[in-house]
């Protein structure tokens, strides 16, 4: 039973799904858009989210806490010198997720997630 489980499992075990999601944040982090899947664009924008929330406040605690998930430099130094002062007012809702259609070989969902 999946009682109180956060998350999507992908069809992926856990390391392979905690590393394709810690580089769709990265990317979409550093490039501030990426397409994907529908699936794997509502867990990304959700880390995501968590990310941008613990960048506000920017202490070496969470910067550290960021930089364990993230575990690219150059981003977590976008992420709270650029990113983080841009959603400093607002509470939520830092990413977007646009429906672009469907894949031609397997019909699956292709979206859009960038940042607000």
């Known amino acids: 039973m999946r009682h109180r489980k956060k998350g999507k499992k992908l069809s992926r075990n856990r390391d392979q ?26 867990e990304t924008a959700r880390l995501a989210e968590r990310m941008i929330t613990l960048a506000k406040d920017s202490s070496l605690h969470h910067r550290r806490l960021v930089l364990s998930f993230v575990k690219d430099k150059e981003t977590v130094k976008k992420l709270f010198s650029v990113i983080a002062p841009r959603y400093q007012s607002q509470k939520g809702g830092y990413t977007k997720i646009i429906k672009l259609g ?12 960038k940042l607000v």
């Not at 469907?102 to 997630?113: E, H, N, P, Q, T």
């Open 17 to 42: 799904r905690k590393a394709l999601l810690s580089t769709q944040v990265k990317d979409l982090l550093f490039r501030e858009e990426i397409v994907t899947t529908l699936p794997k664009a509502k």
């Open 102 to 113: 469907y894949r031609r070989g397997d019909s699956a969902l292709i979206c859009k997630v």
